[in-house]
Every structure is written in C-alpha cells, then in structure tokens.
C-alpha cells in the first residue's frame, strides 16, 4: 500500500495592530520550537517590545531585492543601531525559537547558510560579505538546524519575502501596483507614505489606519504619548480609495476628554473613527476639523 508524502501543516499568524501593516508573528506547527517576527521599519518600536528581542536570534534587513543578515544577543540593541545606520531597509525579520534554545554555534552556521544563499541570489548588502563567523556544527545538530531553515524560508515565502528564492513569484501574494497594495493592505503604511510623498504630502512618523472590513470605522491603536506631541495620521479607506491626512497639534487632545485606552495595553489608545463623519464612536470626538488632505489614489 502506497502512502502519500503530504504533511499538512498548521500555521498560526499573530497580526499585533489587527492588520498586515504592523509587527507579525508566525508559528508552525511542524517546525517544533521555531519563531518568527516580521515588522515594517516604522514599526520597529512595536518590534522591541515583544519577546522576540529577548532572545538570541538572527535577523534579516530587508528590502525588495536587498537583504543584511545579522545574529544578536542583544536584538533590540543591534535593530535599533541599524535605525540610524542603514537608510536602504524597509522591514526587519527576526529568527529565534520559542524557547530560547539557540547556541552561538547554531546561530554562527544559520547566519552563514543564509549569507551563502544571499551572495548566490546577489542579493546581499556590501557590508555583510566580510563578516561571518565559521561554523562548527555536529552533523547531527547540521540535520536538525537545516530542518528549521527549510522551515523558515517557506514561511518567508509565504508573507511575500524571496529575496532568497530564485523563483520570485512564488510568494502567497505578489502586488506590484501601488494602488491594489493600498485597497488590500498588504505593506499598506508604507506605500501609504511614499504614494503621499508622490503627490506632495510629506508625514511624520504617522498613525496608520484602514477601513475596518466589517465595520464603516478606522480602528486604531496609536500610543497615548502622541497627545503631547504634533501627531499625523493615515486613514486609508479602501472602498472610495482615498487616503485622508490629519494633523493634530501637540496637546489638542487629552484623556480628559474622553479618549479611551484598550483595556489590556493602557498606552495604547482605542480609536473606532467613522469612514464619514470622522468622530470616534468611544469618546464622541469629532476628528474632522484635524483633516489635513484627502488624496486620491
């Protein structure tokens, strides 16, 4: 009797601000202890906070056809550096386990394999060629390392990234047009930004939201700091495909007016604007009067 190969697979997606466009979280289940962590450059600070930066791991600079691949102790550490050395990136990847059970030498040969296959793809960044460790692995530790990288590269093709696949359309989805990734979400605040850049619109550091699928609402989860400072937001809405631009000076809110907070994150507001009167359901502020542009797209 003939038995069939397949192995189905469970895959779990923790999506941290409710969407694509933040810090994601993917576990599998065939791939014993792995973790892996991806957030766009804006969301780095959302990144640090999680319990992935306390582990050692690898991680991966990423742009559309570049790659820096890097291991840490100390990821927040190192990531943040990068904040200020490295301009090319626009997302960061992160490869630990669950457990913390990485050994210096499992990440020395992890991080050379992927060089190895970055200079095959000539795609990695300058900086990296000259620096790697050796490494020096028991071949039965080898077996069980390459388990988890075939892992791993599968996930990263999934949610798009193939900086290491020499097939380029193999991701679960491949957008080109700006416009359909600004309907579907996909990377959304950051297209959101350069397609706003295009039409002459410069933000700074802004609060992203789209239209919430089931509900004529923005929801979003800014941090309750931005009241005391000059604070820019994105409402995409995917339905009339605009983007709307609002600016709130520093100190135009406060909680004193009713703004709430969620009930499990207290430094995180809870915002549920509506797509056309813009005021939030949960405080009854009217947002309207901070619209800045509404643009096209």
Same mark, same amino acid.
């Given at each position: &009797?003939?038995?069939?190969?397949?192995?189905?697979?469970?895959?779990? =997606?923790?999506?941290?601000?409710? #969407?694509?466009?933040?810090?994601?979280?993917?576990?599998?289940?065939?791939?014993?202890? %792995?973790?892996?962590?991806?957030?766009?450059?804006?969301?780095?600070?959302?990144?640090?906070?999680? #319990?992935?930066?306390?582990?050692? %791991?690898?991680? =991966?600079?990423?742009?559309?056809? &570049?790659?820096?691949?890097?291991?840490?102790?100390?990821?927040?550490?190192? /990531?943040?550096?990068?904040?200020?050395?490295?301009?090319?990136?626009?997302?960061?990847?992160?490869?630990?386990?669950?457990?913390?059970?990485?050994?210096? +030498?499992?990440?020395?040969?992890?991080?050379?394999?992927?060089?190895?296959?970055?200079?095959?793809?000539?795609?990695?960044d300058c900086d990296n060629k000259n620096k790697?460790?050796?490494?020096?692995?028991?071949?039965?530790?080898?077996?069980?390392?390459?388990?988890?990288?075939?892992?791993?590269?599968?996930?990263?093709?999934?949610?798009?990234?193939?900086?290491?696949?020499?097939?380029? #359309?193999?991701?679960?989805?491949?957008?080109?047009?700006?416009? &359909?990734? =600004?309907? /579907?979400?996909?990377?959304?605040?950051?297209?959101?930004?350069?397609?706003?850049?295009t039409k002459g619109v410069e933000v700074n550091?802004?609060? $992203?939201?789209?239209?919430?699928?089931?509900?004529?609402?923005?929801?979003?989860?800014?941090?309750?700091?931005?009241?005391?400072?000059d604070w820019w937001m994105i409402l995409n809405?995917?339905?009339?495909?605009? =983007?709307?631009?609002?600016?709130?000076?520093?100190?135009?809110?406060?909680?004193?007016? %009713?703004?709430?907070?969620?009930?499990?994150?207290?430094?995180?507001?809870?915002?549920? /604007?509506?797509?056309? +009167?813009?005021?939030?359901?949960?405080? %009854?502020?009217?947002?309207?009067? $901070?619209?800045?542009?509404?643009?096209?797209?």
């Amino acid at each position: &009797m003939e038995i069939a190969d397949a192995k189905a697979k469970t895959i779990n =997606l923790l999506l941290y601000d409710g #969407d694509l466009n933040g810090v994601i979280s993917i576990e599998e289940s065939s791939w014993n202890s %792995g973790a892996l962590y991806l957030a766009p450059r804006e969301s780095v600070s959302e990144l640090i906070e999680t #319990d992935a930066c306390n582990k050692y %791991g690898i991680y =991966l600079l990423l742009s559309k056809n &570049m790659v820096y691949v890097g291991q840490s102790s100390d990821l927040s550490k190192r /990531i943040t550096q990068h904040l200020s050395e490295k301009d090319w990136w626009e997302s960061v990847l992160i490869l630990t386990t669950k457990d913390n059970s990485f050994t210096h +030498t499992d990440i020395d040969y992890l991080e050379s394999i992927l060089i190895d296959k970055a200079l095959k793809m000539k795609c990695l960044d300058c900086d990296n060629k000259n620096k790697r460790n050796n490494p020096k692995v028991s071949e039965f530790q080898k077996v069980v390392l390459d388990q988890y990288l075939t892992e791993a590269l599968f996930l990263m093709k999934l949610i798009g990234i193939t900086v290491f696949s020499e097939k380029k #359309d193999l991701s679960l989805i491949h957008i080109s047009d700006t416009r &359909m990734k =600004l309907a /579907i979400g996909k990377r959304a605040k950051a297209d959101a930004i350069n397609y706003l850049k295009t039409k002459g619109v410069e933000v700074n550091k802004p609060t $992203y939201a789209k239209k919430s699928q089931d509900k004529n609402e923005f929801w979003a989860n800014p941090q309750t700091h931005l009241l005391n400072e000059d604070w820019w937001m994105i409402l995409n809405n995917n339905e009339t495909m605009e =983007l709307i631009v609002l600016f709130i000076p520093a100190n135009s809110l406060s909680r004193d007016l %009713g703004l709430k907070v969620r009930v499990d994150k207290h430094e995180l507001l809870d915002l549920n /604007i509506n797509c056309n +009167t813009f005021i939030d359901r949960k405080s %009854g502020i009217d947002f309207s009067p $901070y619209i800045r542009e509404k643009v096209k797209y």
